[in-house]
């Protein structure tokens, strides 16, 4: 099992930006999946980014964050990114990190490991 620990979540003003961190641990990551999700209170979950495997593996974002979130993966630090910016009340929400092997897909059923995740709150 790999372990995931996020980090860099908080309070911010609307307009306001935040970088989310998530670092893997355990068993190895070469070939392993990170993705963000968020759930807003009284809503589900949904899928915010993605990045593929090391090596330049393939990203994959949100058609609704798409504009102002970018994802990066530091591999010597196994360790993946989610940059934030022109956040929006719409945006508070608590930010999970998960894994999974090979492909990125967007499905939170699809993904076998997750952090405790890091809050979220975009004020106005």
């Known amino acids: 099992q790999v372990q995931l620990e996020e980090s860099g979540g908080g309070l911010v003003q609307a307009g306001g930006s935040l970088r989310l961190s998530c670092e893997a641990s355990?068993?190895?990551?070469?070939?392993?999946?990170l993705a963000w999700f968020r759930q807003a209170p009284g809503l589900e979950r949904e899928f915010v980014a993605a990045?593929?495997?090391?090596?330049?593996?393939?990203?994959l974002l949100a058609t609704s964050v798409k504009r102002r979130f970018t994802i990066a993966r530091d591999d010597a630090k196994n360790t993946v990114y989610l940059q934030m910016n022109s956040l929006v009340r719409e945006n508070t929400a608590l930010y999970c990190c998960?894994?999974?092997?090979?492909?990125?897909?967007?499905?939170?059923?699809?993904?076998?490991?997750w952090g405790q995740g890091t809050r979220v709150t975009v004020s106005s």
């Open positions: 998960a894994g999974r092997y090979y492909y990125i897909v967007t499905a939170a059923s699809g993904y076998n490991d």
């Open positions: 355990g068993r190895d990551v070469s070939n392993y999946v």
């Open positions: 990045v593929g495997r090391d090596g330049g593996g393939p990203t």
